[in-house]
């Protein structure tokens, strides 16, 4: 964890001071616009993550120290806390409540009861295009509709003044490092510039939205709904089981890069334990499943996993009965 939070942390140093005052052509700003967004997604499934969740370290002021550079690369670690690890761990897949599921609405279809629209006919082929909007979407506007909306997930939340401040803060801090400094510092005509933030954002999102979207939206996990009296069939262990999916297990380079998100199920399980554990975790949880009849759903790589996400958006992009996606 150490060596990979330092790796991370000083490609993004290295990258965004070679952005800045290298001086460098524009199509060598574009590979080092490509790299800044890419690391600073790492930074985000490596570093902030575990720590947001109180897993990186043992001593909670480590945490709260590294999970505080989730502000800096965008996001609202304040925010964050709520919608993915309160919300999005307890309510995972229901519509309505899980707040992570929110990629688009309107735009891309994923439950058999939501509004089928002619367009989504073909989602399973600008829904990526869409996710390389992710980071824009979420660092310029989700999380104030979040954060200022009147409830989250249907969980009402009232938030302390201080977090207000340091909303406003961190968000002003975001902006001046990349969108104010470059133009700036960068010598280049501002369309130019423009264009270089713009790649730094689309690859940042593409490599956030179609991780995310394979560890939940594939063929074999379900999406339940709530009984009428707001209730589940199911225990907490069993529906986190039903609703999330593995891949690339094999590959430790995949674990590498993503920080164990490929490990989802055991990262739903043991949201508090690292990440680093998760490939020996996952043999225990794999042969428990087995024992007491309970799935354990995985894609063997990488891109059969994405396979399996653009399969499930071909699915609901048609009409679909309400049974024949649980």
């Known amino acids: 964890m150490v060596s990979k939070t330092l790796l991370f942390l000083s490609l993004t140093v290295i990258f965004y001071v070679s952005l800045l ?11 080092l616009a490509a790299g800044l967004g890419s690391s600073m997604a790492f930074i985000g499934f490596n570093v902030c993550h575990d720590a947001l969740h109180g897993a990186y ?50 735009m891309i279809r994923i439950h058999a009861e939501e509004e089928l629209k002619p367009v989504h006919k073909y989602q399973h082929i600008y829904a990526f295009f869409l996710y390389s909007l992710s980071s824009l979407s979420w660092f310029y506007r989700k999380d104030y509709i979040k954060f200022f909306g009147r409830t989250i997930g249907r969980g009402g939340h009232s938030h302390p003044k201080s977090e207000v401040y340091k909303l406003f803060l961190y968000k002003g801090l975001y902006y001046v490092l990349f969108l104010v400094l470059p133009f700036l510092v960068m010598d280049h005509a501002w369309w ?45 262990a069993v529906h986190q089981m039903k609703t999330t999916a593995n891949f690339a297990r094999e590959s430790k380079l995949v674990c590498y890069l993503v920080g164990g998100l490929n490990f989802q199920i055991e990262h739903h399980l043991f949201p508090n334990v690292c990440h680093v554990h998760y490939p020996e975790i996952s043999k225990i949880v794999q042969a428990t499943a087995k024992e007491f009849g309970l799935p354990y759903h995985e894609s063997p790589t990488f891109f059969s996993a994405f396979g399996s996400h653009v399969r499930f958006l071909k699915q609901m992009g048609r009409p679909v009965s309400s049974g024949e996606i649980k």
């Open 21 to 31: 005052f290298g001086g460098f052509p524009l199509y060598v700003n574009f590979l």
């Open 57 to 106: 370290s043992s001593k909670p002021w480590k945490n709260h120290l590294l999970g505080w550079l989730f502000n800096i690369i965008g996001a609202n670690a304040y925010i964050w806390k709520i919608t993915h690890n309160q919300i999005h761990h307890t309510y995972t897949n229901i519509v309505g409540h899980d707040a992570d599921l929110e990629v688009a609405p309107g």
């Open 192 to 236: 130019q510039i423009l264009l270089v933030l713009l790649v730094m954002n689309l690859v940042e999102g593409t490599v956030m939205g179609n991780v995310f979207q394979l560890a939940h939206l594939v063929e074999l996990t379900s999406m339940p709904n709530p009984h009428e009296e707001a209730t589940m069939e199911d225990s907490w």
